[in-house]
């Protein structure tokens, strides 16, 4: 089993910035993949970034491009989501998810943070 822990969300005012972290535990030498996830009310979850445990391969959805940056710390087993420009639309609860080898989806989910942007 693994179990993720987040931190870092908050409040702040549009075009400010905020860092979500989120530390795996348990049995991480099974990490093939990390990511985040985002829900706002009334609104579908969005895969918005997600990054390969052996390097590289970070991809974004369009609704974050060039604004939000994921990153990680393997010697931590820590991934990180930098968060900047942030915008009101960008309001949701934030998870982290983890994906073991050999499977097609995310395996283990974090309990979520809150994220919220004024405008």
């Known amino acids: 089993q693994v179990q993720l822990a987040e931190s870092g969300g908050g409040s702040v005012q549009a075009g400010g910035s905020l860092r979500l972290s989120c530390a795996a535990s348990?049995?991480?030498?099974?990490?093939?993949?990390m990511g985040w996830f985002r829900q706002a009310p009334a609104k579908e979850r969005e895969l918005i970034a997600t990054i390969f445990w052996s390097g590289g391969g970070r991809v974004y959805a369009e609704s974050v491009q060039g604004r939000f940056t994921i990153g990680r710390d393997n010697a931590e087993n820590t991934v990180y989501l930098q968060m900047n420009r942030l915008k009101p639309e960008d309001t949701a609860v934030y998870y982290c998810v983890l994906q073991i080898p050999g499977t097609r989806d995310y395996d283990y989910w974090g309990q979520g943070t809150q994220v919220t942007v004024s405008s």
């Open positions: 348990g049995r991480t030498f099974t990490i093939y993949r």
